[in-house]
Protein backbone atom coordinates (compact mmCIF):
# COMPACT_ATOMS: atom_id res chain seq x y z
CA UNK A 1 0.00 0.00 0.00
CA UNK A 2 1.24 3.11 -1.13
CA UNK A 3 0.82 6.40 1.28
CA UNK A 4 -1.77 9.23 0.65
CA UNK A 5 0.54 12.24 0.77
CA UNK A 6 1.10 14.21 -2.57
CA UNK A 7 3.86 14.06 -4.59
CA UNK A 8 5.97 17.31 -4.49
CA UNK A 9 9.20 17.10 -6.47
CA UNK A 10 12.42 18.36 -4.60
CA UNK A 11 13.61 20.76 -6.85
CA UNK A 12 16.13 23.56 -6.24
CA UNK A 13 14.13 26.85 -7.46
CA UNK A 14 11.79 26.14 -5.11
CA UNK A 15 13.83 26.79 -3.16
CA UNK A 16 14.45 30.09 -3.94
CA UNK A 17 10.69 30.63 -4.43
CA UNK A 18 10.42 29.70 -0.50
CA UNK A 19 12.92 32.31 -0.11
CA UNK A 20 11.51 35.10 -2.13
CA UNK A 21 8.03 34.57 -0.64
CA UNK A 22 8.90 34.16 2.92
CA UNK A 23 12.03 36.05 3.83
CA UNK A 24 11.51 38.37 0.29
CA UNK A 25 13.57 41.27 2.28
CA UNK A 26 16.29 39.64 3.48
CA UNK A 27 19.17 41.06 2.47
CA UNK A 28 22.01 39.21 0.25
CA UNK A 29 25.15 41.60 0.27
CA UNK A 30 28.33 41.14 -1.88
CA UNK A 31 31.20 42.61 -2.55
CA UNK A 32 31.50 42.74 -6.32
CA UNK A 33 34.46 42.34 -8.30
CA UNK A 34 33.98 45.99 -9.41
CA UNK A 35 34.66 46.85 -5.73
CA UNK A 36 31.56 48.89 -3.92
CA UNK A 37 29.33 46.60 -2.00
CA UNK A 38 25.92 45.48 -3.25
CA UNK A 39 22.82 45.00 -1.78
CA UNK A 40 19.88 43.30 -2.98
CA UNK A 41 17.34 40.75 -1.17
CA UNK A 42 15.84 37.59 -1.75
CA UNK A 43 12.87 38.88 -3.69
CA UNK A 44 15.06 40.45 -6.17
CA UNK A 45 16.93 37.54 -6.34
CA UNK A 46 14.49 35.61 -6.98
CA UNK A 47 13.31 38.31 -9.50
CA UNK A 48 16.09 37.85 -11.60
CA UNK A 49 16.84 34.06 -11.36
CA UNK A 50 13.23 33.89 -13.09
CA UNK A 51 14.26 36.42 -15.92
CA UNK A 52 17.66 34.72 -16.08
CA UNK A 53 15.67 31.09 -16.86
CA UNK A 54 13.62 33.13 -19.44
CA UNK A 55 16.70 34.92 -20.90
CA UNK A 56 18.14 31.32 -20.80
CA UNK A 57 15.13 29.83 -23.04
CA UNK A 58 15.09 32.61 -25.24
CA UNK A 59 19.07 31.02 -26.33
CA UNK A 60 17.71 27.81 -26.88
CA UNK A 61 19.12 26.02 -24.18
CA UNK A 62 17.47 23.05 -23.09
CA UNK A 63 17.28 20.78 -20.24
CA UNK A 64 20.23 18.74 -19.44
CA UNK A 65 22.21 21.07 -21.48
CA UNK A 66 25.62 22.41 -19.73
CA UNK A 67 26.13 26.01 -18.34
CA UNK A 68 29.33 26.55 -17.08
CA UNK A 69 30.53 29.10 -14.89
CA UNK A 70 33.76 30.89 -13.65
CA UNK A 71 32.89 33.31 -11.11
CA UNK A 72 33.40 34.64 -7.47
CA UNK A 73 30.61 34.22 -4.64
CA UNK A 74 28.20 37.16 -5.64
CA UNK A 75 24.53 37.83 -6.26
CA UNK A 76 24.91 37.70 -10.42
CA UNK A 77 26.62 34.08 -9.65
CA UNK A 78 23.72 33.29 -7.38
CA UNK A 79 20.60 34.11 -9.52
CA UNK A 80 22.66 31.90 -12.52
CA UNK A 81 22.55 28.69 -10.33
CA UNK A 82 19.23 29.34 -10.13
CA UNK A 83 18.11 30.70 -13.27
CA UNK A 84 19.97 27.33 -14.96
CA UNK A 85 18.44 25.04 -12.56
CA UNK A 86 14.92 26.36 -13.04
CA UNK A 87 14.59 25.53 -16.67
CA UNK A 88 16.43 22.27 -15.82
CA UNK A 89 19.81 23.14 -17.49
CA UNK A 90 22.99 22.16 -15.55
CA UNK A 91 25.41 24.99 -13.65
CA UNK A 92 28.89 23.64 -14.02
CA UNK A 93 31.12 25.86 -11.39
CA UNK A 94 35.17 25.79 -12.84
CA UNK A 95 37.58 26.42 -10.69
CA UNK A 96 40.35 28.83 -11.79
CA UNK A 97 42.86 27.47 -9.81
CA UNK A 98 43.36 24.49 -12.07
CA UNK A 99 45.99 24.50 -15.10
CA UNK A 100 44.24 25.71 -17.90
CA UNK A 101 44.91 22.54 -19.86
CA UNK A 102 42.67 20.81 -16.95
CA UNK A 103 40.21 23.82 -17.15
CA UNK A 104 39.67 22.61 -21.25
CA UNK A 105 39.95 18.98 -20.43
CA UNK A 106 36.96 19.39 -17.98
CA UNK A 107 34.91 21.58 -20.08
CA UNK A 108 35.29 19.88 -23.31
CA UNK A 109 34.32 16.45 -21.25
CA UNK A 110 31.17 18.40 -20.03
CA UNK A 111 30.32 19.72 -23.52
CA UNK A 112 29.81 22.89 -21.96
CA UNK A 113 27.89 25.19 -24.28
CA UNK A 114 27.49 28.69 -22.55
CA UNK A 115 29.76 30.20 -20.50
CA UNK A 116 29.50 32.71 -17.57
CA UNK A 117 32.41 34.51 -16.28
CA UNK A 118 33.65 37.47 -13.84
CA UNK A 119 36.00 40.14 -15.39
CA UNK A 120 38.63 38.57 -13.48
CA UNK A 121 38.97 35.36 -15.31
CA UNK A 122 38.54 36.69 -18.95
CA UNK A 123 41.88 36.86 -19.79
CA UNK A 124 42.29 32.91 -18.72
CA UNK A 125 39.45 32.51 -21.12
CA UNK A 126 40.81 34.54 -23.93
CA UNK A 127 43.34 31.99 -24.03
CA UNK A 128 41.19 28.93 -23.85
CA UNK A 129 37.84 29.49 -25.25
CA UNK A 130 38.79 28.26 -28.70
CA UNK A 131 39.95 24.93 -27.44
CA UNK A 132 36.33 24.23 -26.25
CA UNK A 133 34.35 23.73 -29.46
CA UNK A 134 31.00 22.97 -27.72
CA UNK A 135 31.14 26.77 -26.44
CA UNK A 136 28.10 29.10 -28.02
CA UNK A 137 28.43 32.34 -25.91
CA UNK A 138 30.22 33.83 -23.10
CA UNK A 139 28.42 36.03 -20.80
CA UNK A 140 30.56 38.50 -18.42
CA UNK A 141 29.16 39.11 -15.46
CA UNK A 142 29.15 42.70 -15.65
CA UNK A 143 27.41 45.93 -16.47
CA UNK A 144 28.24 47.77 -19.69
CA UNK A 145 30.01 50.13 -18.08
CA UNK A 146 32.87 48.07 -16.82
CA UNK A 147 32.40 45.80 -20.13
CA UNK A 148 36.15 45.33 -21.15
CA UNK A 149 37.41 45.00 -24.44
CA UNK A 150 38.25 41.21 -25.38
CA UNK A 151 39.66 39.66 -28.39
CA UNK A 152 36.57 37.19 -27.91
CA UNK A 153 33.93 36.57 -29.83
CA UNK A 154 30.16 36.07 -29.10
CA UNK A 155 30.75 37.97 -26.14
CA UNK A 156 28.27 39.92 -24.51
CA UNK A 157 27.36 41.64 -21.30
CA UNK A 158 26.08 39.95 -18.18
CA UNK A 159 23.56 42.93 -17.69
CA UNK A 160 22.41 43.95 -20.99
CA UNK A 161 22.24 39.97 -21.70
CA UNK A 162 19.61 39.72 -18.82
CA UNK A 163 17.43 42.78 -19.73
CA UNK A 164 16.21 41.16 -23.15
CA UNK A 165 13.87 39.18 -20.85
CA UNK A 166 11.35 40.18 -18.26
CA UNK A 167 11.12 38.07 -15.45
CA UNK A 168 7.37 36.94 -16.12
CA UNK A 169 8.14 33.11 -16.88
CA UNK A 170 6.96 30.04 -15.00
CA UNK A 171 10.24 27.70 -13.61
CA UNK A 172 10.16 24.40 -15.13
CA UNK A 173 8.74 20.83 -13.50
CA UNK A 174 10.49 17.69 -13.55
CA UNK A 175 11.09 14.72 -12.48
CA UNK A 176 13.43 15.40 -9.09
CA UNK A 177 16.17 13.15 -10.02
CA UNK A 178 16.89 15.14 -13.20
CA UNK A 179 20.18 16.46 -13.03
CA UNK A 180 20.84 20.28 -11.93
CA UNK A 181 24.85 20.99 -11.06
CA UNK A 182 27.83 19.56 -11.59
CA UNK A 183 31.60 20.05 -10.63
CA UNK A 184 34.79 17.60 -11.16
CA UNK A 185 36.92 16.69 -8.79
CA UNK A 186 40.74 18.43 -8.63
CA UNK A 187 42.26 15.38 -10.50
CA UNK A 188 44.98 15.28 -7.81
CA UNK A 189 45.28 11.49 -8.97
CA UNK A 190 44.60 10.81 -12.55
CA UNK A 191 41.86 12.78 -14.91
CA UNK A 192 39.33 15.07 -13.27
CA UNK A 193 35.89 13.09 -12.46
CA UNK A 194 32.18 15.00 -12.98
CA UNK A 195 30.04 14.42 -10.11
CA UNK A 196 26.75 15.54 -11.69
CA UNK A 197 24.17 16.10 -8.30
CA UNK A 198 20.39 15.77 -8.98
CA UNK A 199 17.85 18.66 -7.86
CA UNK A 200 16.85 16.03 -5.00
CA UNK A 201 19.96 15.50 -3.85
CA UNK A 202 20.97 19.06 -3.65
CA UNK A 203 17.22 19.73 -1.59
CA UNK A 204 17.89 16.92 0.43
CA UNK A 205 21.63 17.95 1.22
CA UNK A 206 20.18 21.63 1.96
CA UNK A 207 18.15 20.59 4.47
CA UNK A 208 20.35 18.24 6.80
CA UNK A 209 23.11 21.15 6.40
CA UNK A 210 20.44 23.42 8.44
CA UNK A 211 20.45 20.68 10.78
CA UNK A 212 21.50 22.48 14.58
CA UNK A 213 24.85 19.85 14.18
CA UNK A 214 25.63 20.20 10.56
CA UNK A 215 26.36 23.68 9.60
CA UNK A 216 22.88 24.75 11.28
CA UNK A 217 21.04 27.65 9.75
CA UNK A 218 18.11 30.06 10.84
CA UNK A 219 16.13 33.00 9.48
CA UNK A 220 18.07 35.14 12.52
CA UNK A 221 21.54 34.15 10.62
CA UNK A 222 24.33 36.27 8.57
CA UNK A 223 25.68 33.84 6.52
CA UNK A 224 28.82 34.38 4.83
CA UNK A 225 30.72 31.26 2.71
CA UNK A 226 33.92 32.18 2.06
CA UNK A 227 34.49 28.52 0.25
CA UNK A 228 33.98 29.35 -3.27
CA UNK A 229 31.02 28.63 -5.12
CA UNK A 230 33.48 26.44 -7.61
CA UNK A 231 34.76 24.55 -4.70
CA UNK A 232 32.88 21.44 -4.00
CA UNK A 233 29.27 22.71 -4.63
CA UNK A 234 29.50 25.88 -2.12
CA UNK A 235 29.38 23.33 0.12
CA UNK A 236 25.73 23.71 -0.65
CA UNK A 237 25.42 27.13 1.01
CA UNK A 238 23.50 28.02 -2.20
CA UNK A 239 20.60 26.03 -1.39
CA UNK A 240 20.72 25.84 2.53
CA UNK A 241 21.08 29.37 3.20
CA UNK A 242 17.99 30.87 1.69
CA UNK A 243 16.17 27.68 2.21
CA UNK A 244 16.76 28.80 5.61
CA UNK A 245 15.83 32.08 5.40
CA UNK A 246 19.27 33.35 6.63
CA UNK A 247 21.10 36.57 5.16
CA UNK A 248 23.10 35.65 2.56
CA UNK A 249 26.48 37.62 2.22
CA UNK A 250 29.00 36.73 -0.14
CA UNK A 251 32.29 37.83 -0.54
CA UNK A 252 33.14 38.15 -4.05
CA UNK A 253 36.92 38.33 -4.60
CA UNK A 254 38.12 39.62 -1.03
CA UNK A 255 39.43 36.16 -0.28
CA UNK A 256 42.60 38.10 1.95
CA UNK A 257 42.28 38.77 6.08
CA UNK A 258 41.12 42.20 5.92
CA UNK A 259 38.76 41.71 3.39
CA UNK A 260 37.12 38.82 5.28
CA UNK A 261 37.23 40.45 8.74
CA UNK A 262 35.91 43.53 6.92
CA UNK A 263 32.39 41.44 6.11
CA UNK A 264 32.26 40.13 9.59
CA UNK A 265 32.04 42.82 11.17
CA UNK A 266 30.48 45.31 9.60
CA UNK A 267 27.65 42.81 7.88
CA UNK A 268 27.51 41.42 11.58
CA UNK A 269 27.77 37.67 9.84
CA UNK A 270 27.03 34.84 12.53
CA UNK A 271 27.99 31.45 10.45
CA UNK A 272 30.70 31.25 8.30
CA UNK A 273 32.56 28.31 5.98
CA UNK A 274 35.88 27.86 4.61
CA UNK A 275 38.95 26.12 4.46
CA UNK A 276 41.50 26.08 7.21
CA UNK A 277 44.26 27.85 5.17
CA UNK A 278 41.21 30.81 4.86
CA UNK A 279 40.90 30.58 8.67
CA UNK A 280 45.04 30.30 9.74
CA UNK A 281 45.38 33.82 7.46
CA UNK A 282 42.05 35.53 9.19
CA UNK A 283 43.29 34.50 12.49
CA UNK A 284 47.11 35.95 11.50
CA UNK A 285 45.42 39.44 10.47
CA UNK A 286 43.33 39.70 13.96
CA UNK A 287 46.47 38.92 15.71
CA UNK A 288 48.20 41.79 14.02
CA UNK A 289 45.66 44.53 14.11
CA UNK A 290 44.20 43.06 17.74
CA UNK A 291 40.53 42.32 15.83
CA UNK A 292 37.43 40.67 17.56
CA UNK A 293 34.79 38.88 16.40
CA UNK A 294 31.78 39.90 18.31
CA UNK A 295 28.95 39.09 16.05
CA UNK A 296 30.28 35.74 14.37
CA UNK A 297 28.85 32.40 16.51
CA UNK A 298 30.06 29.25 14.45
CA UNK A 299 32.85 28.72 11.83
CA UNK A 300 32.39 25.77 9.48
CA UNK A 301 35.70 24.34 8.63
CA UNK A 302 36.53 21.89 6.59
CA UNK A 303 38.32 20.19 3.06
CA UNK A 304 41.11 19.19 5.00
CA UNK A 305 42.16 18.49 8.29
CA UNK A 306 42.12 21.51 10.55
CA UNK A 307 44.81 22.19 12.61
CA UNK A 308 44.06 22.00 16.34
CA UNK A 309 45.56 25.58 16.64
CA UNK A 310 43.16 26.93 15.03
CA UNK A 311 40.23 25.40 16.78
CA UNK A 312 41.55 26.34 19.82
CA UNK A 313 42.17 30.03 19.03
CA UNK A 314 38.62 30.51 17.30
CA UNK A 315 37.25 28.99 20.75
CA UNK A 316 39.34 30.84 23.15
CA UNK A 317 40.92 34.19 22.02
CA UNK A 318 37.35 35.34 19.68
CA UNK A 319 34.75 32.89 21.47
CA UNK A 320 33.69 31.36 18.19
CA UNK A 321 32.18 28.00 18.01
CA UNK A 322 34.56 25.40 15.38
CA UNK A 323 32.40 22.92 13.79
CA UNK A 324 35.19 20.38 12.00
CA UNK A 325 33.36 19.12 8.95
CA UNK A 326 34.43 16.50 6.36
CA UNK A 327 33.11 16.19 2.59
CA UNK A 328 34.36 15.73 -0.51
CA UNK A 329 32.88 16.91 -3.81
CA UNK A 330 31.02 13.59 -4.41
CA UNK A 331 28.74 14.10 -1.23
CA UNK A 332 27.26 16.98 -2.40
CA UNK A 333 30.10 18.12 -0.76
CA UNK A 334 29.06 17.62 3.58
CA UNK A 335 29.48 13.80 5.10
CA UNK A 336 30.14 14.09 8.97
CA UNK A 337 30.34 17.16 10.90
CA UNK A 338 31.97 16.99 14.76
CA UNK A 339 29.83 19.16 17.08
CA UNK A 340 30.68 18.33 20.91
CA UNK A 341 27.24 17.05 22.91
CA UNK A 342 26.35 16.44 26.47
CA UNK A 343 28.81 13.34 26.04
CA UNK A 344 31.94 16.02 26.43
CA UNK A 345 30.87 17.08 29.62
CA UNK A 346 33.57 15.79 31.84
CA UNK A 347 36.27 16.03 29.68
CA UNK A 348 39.15 18.84 30.19
CA UNK A 349 39.56 21.59 27.86
CA UNK A 350 42.83 19.41 26.54
CA UNK A 351 40.46 16.33 25.62
CA UNK A 352 37.53 18.42 24.02
CA UNK A 353 40.41 19.84 21.67
CA UNK A 354 41.19 16.17 20.96
CA UNK A 355 37.49 15.01 19.84
CA UNK A 356 37.17 18.20 18.01
CA UNK A 357 40.17 17.50 15.77
CA UNK A 358 38.18 14.76 14.67
CA UNK A 359 35.85 14.84 11.44
CA UNK A 360 32.87 13.76 13.66
CA UNK A 361 29.70 12.24 13.22
CA UNK A 362 27.68 11.43 10.02
CA UNK A 363 24.32 13.37 10.39
CA UNK A 364 20.81 11.22 9.23
CA UNK A 365 21.30 10.62 5.34
CA UNK A 366 24.56 9.73 5.50
CA UNK A 367 25.68 6.05 6.35
CA UNK A 368 29.45 5.10 7.20
CA UNK A 369 32.29 2.56 7.60
CA UNK A 370 35.47 1.24 7.61
CA UNK A 371 36.48 -1.85 5.92
CA UNK A 372 39.89 -3.48 5.02
CA UNK A 373 41.32 -4.34 1.43
CA UNK A 374 39.18 -6.84 0.96
CA UNK A 375 35.77 -5.23 1.60
CA UNK A 376 35.38 -6.58 5.04
CA UNK A 377 33.59 -4.03 8.10
CA UNK A 378 36.60 -3.07 10.71
CA UNK A 379 35.10 -2.18 14.24
CA UNK A 380 34.65 1.02 15.51
CA UNK A 381 36.81 0.96 18.36
CA UNK A 382 38.17 4.53 17.65
CA UNK A 383 41.76 2.99 16.62
CA UNK A 384 41.46 0.65 13.87
CA UNK A 385 41.92 2.02 11.03
CA UNK A 386 40.48 1.24 7.52
CA UNK A 387 38.94 2.23 4.52
CA UNK A 388 36.59 4.66 4.62
CA UNK A 389 32.88 4.03 2.26
CA UNK A 390 29.49 5.81 2.76
CA UNK A 391 26.32 5.81 1.16
CA UNK A 392 23.03 8.06 1.07
CA UNK A 393 21.07 10.15 -0.90
CA UNK A 394 23.35 12.80 -1.38
CA UNK A 395 26.64 10.82 -1.92
CA UNK A 396 27.68 10.03 -5.76
CA UNK A 397 26.65 7.08 -7.75
CA UNK A 398 28.63 6.81 -10.48
CA UNK A 399 30.75 9.61 -12.45
CA UNK A 400 29.66 11.75 -15.74
CA UNK A 401 30.11 9.41 -18.72
CA UNK A 402 32.10 6.79 -16.75
CA UNK A 403 31.75 3.71 -14.32
CA UNK A 404 34.32 3.06 -12.23
CA UNK A 405 33.39 -0.50 -10.34
CA UNK A 406 36.89 -0.52 -7.76
CA UNK A 407 35.42 2.54 -6.11
CA UNK A 408 31.37 1.75 -6.47
CA UNK A 409 30.54 -1.42 -4.80
CA UNK A 410 27.10 -3.87 -5.82
CA UNK A 411 25.78 -2.28 -2.47
CA UNK A 412 26.00 1.28 -3.42
CA UNK A 413 28.80 1.85 -0.90
CA UNK A 414 31.59 4.46 -2.15
CA UNK A 415 35.03 4.28 -1.65
CA UNK A 416 35.91 7.74 -0.80
CA UNK A 417 39.74 7.13 -1.09
CA UNK A 418 39.91 8.00 2.52
CA UNK A 419 41.34 5.83 5.23
CA UNK A 420 39.62 6.64 8.66
CA UNK A 421 38.91 5.29 12.28
CA UNK A 422 35.36 5.48 13.64
CA UNK A 423 34.88 5.17 17.46
CA UNK A 424 31.92 3.63 19.26
CA UNK A 425 29.72 6.75 19.33
CA UNK A 426 30.53 6.86 15.47
CA UNK A 427 33.38 9.83 15.64
CA UNK A 428 35.07 9.60 12.70
CA UNK A 429 38.88 10.64 12.25
CA UNK A 430 40.78 10.89 8.69
CA UNK A 431 44.20 9.44 9.02
CA UNK A 432 45.05 9.50 5.73
CA UNK A 433 43.78 9.24 1.92
CA UNK A 434 44.44 5.53 0.84
CA UNK A 435 46.89 6.52 -1.73
CA UNK A 436 49.24 8.30 0.86
CA UNK A 437 48.91 5.48 3.66
CA UNK A 438 52.32 4.01 4.56
CA UNK A 439 52.09 0.34 4.46
CA UNK A 440 55.62 -0.56 6.87
CA UNK A 441 55.63 -4.48 7.45
CA UNK A 442 51.87 -4.63 6.80
CA UNK A 443 50.84 -2.49 9.41
CA UNK A 444 48.99 0.93 7.84
CA UNK A 445 51.38 4.27 9.49
CA UNK A 446 48.85 7.70 8.77
CA UNK A 447 50.65 10.27 6.89
CA UNK A 448 48.44 12.66 8.02
CA UNK A 449 49.29 11.88 11.83
CA UNK A 450 52.56 12.53 11.63
CA UNK A 451 52.44 15.99 9.73
CA UNK A 452 50.00 17.23 12.05
CA UNK A 453 52.54 16.30 14.86
CA UNK A 454 55.62 18.03 12.86
CA UNK A 455 54.04 21.09 12.44
CA UNK A 456 53.09 21.21 16.07
CA UNK A 457 57.05 22.07 16.53
CA UNK A 458 57.39 25.72 16.79
CA UNK A 459 60.14 26.09 14.06
CA UNK A 460 58.55 23.83 11.36
CA UNK A 461 55.74 25.97 8.82
CA UNK A 462 54.63 23.16 6.68
CA UNK A 463 55.56 19.47 6.67
CA UNK A 464 54.73 16.66 4.43
CA UNK A 465 54.91 12.68 5.25
CA UNK A 466 55.00 10.05 1.85
CA UNK A 467 56.56 6.85 2.02
CA UNK A 468 59.58 5.88 0.65
CA UNK A 469 60.65 2.12 -0.36
CA UNK A 470 62.41 0.09 2.03
CA UNK A 471 63.94 -3.24 1.69
CA UNK A 472 62.51 -5.14 4.73
CA UNK A 473 59.49 -3.13 5.62
CA UNK A 474 58.22 -2.28 2.12
CA UNK A 475 57.77 1.32 2.81
CA UNK A 476 59.05 3.96 5.66
CA UNK A 477 57.96 7.58 6.79
CA UNK A 478 59.89 10.21 5.13
CA UNK A 479 59.35 13.45 6.60
CA UNK A 480 59.52 16.70 4.23
CA UNK A 481 59.72 20.27 6.18
CA UNK A 482 59.95 23.80 5.37
CA UNK A 483 61.42 25.52 8.23
CA UNK A 484 60.41 28.71 9.88
CA UNK A 485 61.67 31.92 8.15
CA UNK A 486 65.07 32.48 10.21
CA UNK A 487 64.73 29.41 11.77
CA UNK A 488 66.96 26.46 11.83
CA UNK A 489 65.95 23.57 13.37
CA UNK A 490 68.05 20.68 12.62
CA UNK A 491 66.70 16.98 12.02
CA UNK A 492 67.85 15.53 16.20
CA UNK A 493 65.57 18.99 17.04
CA UNK A 494 62.28 17.42 14.97
CA UNK A 495 62.55 13.93 15.42
CA UNK A 496 63.18 14.55 19.42
CA UNK A 497 60.22 16.86 19.26
CA UNK A 498 58.11 13.99 17.83
CA UNK A 499 59.48 10.99 19.99
CA UNK A 500 57.32 9.59 22.48
CA UNK A 501 53.91 11.47 21.10
CA UNK A 502 53.69 8.75 18.24
CA UNK A 503 54.27 4.69 18.36
CA UNK A 504 58.08 4.12 18.00
CA UNK A 505 57.39 2.73 14.63
CA UNK A 506 55.46 4.71 13.33
CA UNK A 507 58.71 7.65 13.90
CA UNK A 508 60.31 8.96 10.24
CA UNK A 509 63.44 7.31 8.99
CA UNK A 510 64.81 10.64 7.85
CA UNK A 511 63.66 14.28 7.43
CA UNK A 512 64.30 16.10 4.52
CA UNK A 513 64.01 19.94 4.29
CA UNK A 514 63.18 21.73 1.23
CA UNK A 515 61.86 25.37 0.71
CA UNK A 516 58.67 24.56 -1.08
CA UNK A 517 55.87 21.50 -0.86
CA UNK A 518 53.50 21.29 -4.38
CA UNK A 519 49.89 21.71 -3.60
CA UNK A 520 46.76 21.26 -5.63
CA UNK A 521 44.65 23.88 -6.61
CA UNK A 522 42.37 23.95 -3.32
CA UNK A 523 45.36 24.13 -1.50
CA UNK A 524 46.37 20.04 -0.69
CA UNK A 525 49.74 18.53 -0.44
CA UNK A 526 50.42 17.49 -3.90
CA UNK A 527 51.95 13.91 -2.88
CA UNK A 528 52.13 12.53 -6.46
CA UNK A 529 54.06 15.14 -7.41
CA UNK A 530 56.25 14.89 -3.84
CA UNK A 531 56.80 11.77 -4.57
CA UNK A 532 58.03 12.38 -8.12
CA UNK A 533 60.93 14.95 -6.65
CA UNK A 534 61.50 12.45 -4.40
CA UNK A 535 62.05 9.44 -6.38
CA UNK A 536 66.12 9.47 -6.26
CA UNK A 537 65.90 9.73 -2.41
CA UNK A 538 67.47 6.87 -0.48
CA UNK A 539 66.69 6.67 3.44
CA UNK A 540 70.07 6.44 5.28
CA UNK A 541 69.82 2.18 6.16
CA UNK A 542 68.00 1.52 2.92
P1 LIG B 1 39.39 18.98 -3.75
O1 LIG B 1 40.55 18.03 -3.75
O2 LIG B 1 39.09 19.64 -5.03
O3 LIG B 1 39.37 19.88 -2.56
P2 LIG B 1 37.30 17.65 -2.47
O4 LIG B 1 36.82 18.84 -1.72
O5 LIG B 1 36.26 16.76 -3.02
O6 LIG B 1 38.16 18.04 -3.65
O7 LIG B 1 38.31 16.85 -1.55
C1 LIG B 1 37.81 15.88 -0.70
C2 LIG B 1 38.90 15.32 0.16
O8 LIG B 1 39.43 16.31 1.03
C3 LIG B 1 38.43 14.23 1.08
O9 LIG B 1 38.33 12.99 0.44
C4 LIG B 1 39.49 14.26 2.17
O10 LIG B 1 40.65 13.55 1.77
C5 LIG B 1 39.84 15.72 2.26
N1 LIG B 1 39.13 16.35 3.38
C6 LIG B 1 38.00 17.05 3.35
N2 LIG B 1 37.68 17.51 4.58
C7 LIG B 1 38.63 17.07 5.41
C8 LIG B 1 38.87 17.19 6.83
N3 LIG B 1 38.08 17.89 7.63
N4 LIG B 1 39.96 16.58 7.32
C9 LIG B 1 40.79 15.86 6.54
N5 LIG B 1 40.63 15.73 5.21
C10 LIG B 1 39.57 16.31 4.66
Same mark, same amino acid.
Given at each position: MLGTMQEWPLLCHKIIDHAGTC? $???EVVSRSVEGPIHRTNYREVRKRSLQFAKRLTMEGVRSGERIATMAWNTWRHLEAWYGITGIGAVYHTLNPRLFPQQIIWIMNDAEDRMLFVDLTFLPLIEKIAAEVPSLRKIVVLTDAAHMPATTLADVICYEEWLAEADDDFDWKSFDERTAAGMCYTS $? +??GDPKGVVYSHRSNVIHAMTSVFPDVIGMSSGDSMMPVVPFFHANAWGTVFAAPMSGARFVLPGPGMDGKSIYELLTKEKVTVTAAVPTIWLMLLQYLEKESGKLPDLDRVFIGGSACPRSVIDAFQTKYDVKVRHGWGM +?? !?? *?? $?SVCVLNA @?? @?? !? +?PAERLDVQCKQGQPFFTVEMKITDDDDKERPKDGKTFGRLKVRGP???DHYFKRRSPEQFGEDHWFDTGDVAHIDEHGYMQITDRSKDVIKSGGEWISSIELENLAVGHPQVAEAAVIGVPHPKWDERPLLIVIRKPDQMPSREDILGFM? $???????? *?DDVVFVDSIPHTATGKILKTELREQMKDYRLPDA
Amino acid at each position: MLGTMQEWPLLCHKIIDHAGTCH $GDREVVSRSVEGPIHRTNYREVRKRSLQFAKRLTMEGVRSGERIATMAWNTWRHLEAWYGITGIGAVYHTLNPRLFPQQIIWIMNDAEDRMLFVDLTFLPLIEKIAAEVPSLRKIVVLTDAAHMPATTLADVICYEEWLAEADDDFDWKSFDERTAAGMCYTS $G +TTGDPKGVVYSHRSNVIHAMTSVFPDVIGMSSGDSMMPVVPFFHANAWGTVFAAPMSGARFVLPGPGMDGKSIYELLTKEKVTVTAAVPTIWLMLLQYLEKESGKLPDLDRVFIGGSACPRSVIDAFQTKYDVKVRHGWGM +TE !LS *PI $GSVCVLNA @DH @DE !L +TPAERLDVQCKQGQPFFTVEMKITDDDDKERPKDGKTFGRLKVRGPAVVDHYFKRRSPEQFGEDHWFDTGDVAHIDEHGYMQITDRSKDVIKSGGEWISSIELENLAVGHPQVAEAAVIGVPHPKWDERPLLIVIRKPDQMPSREDILGFMQ $GKVAKWWM *PDDVVFVDSIPHTATGKILKTELREQMKDYRLPDA
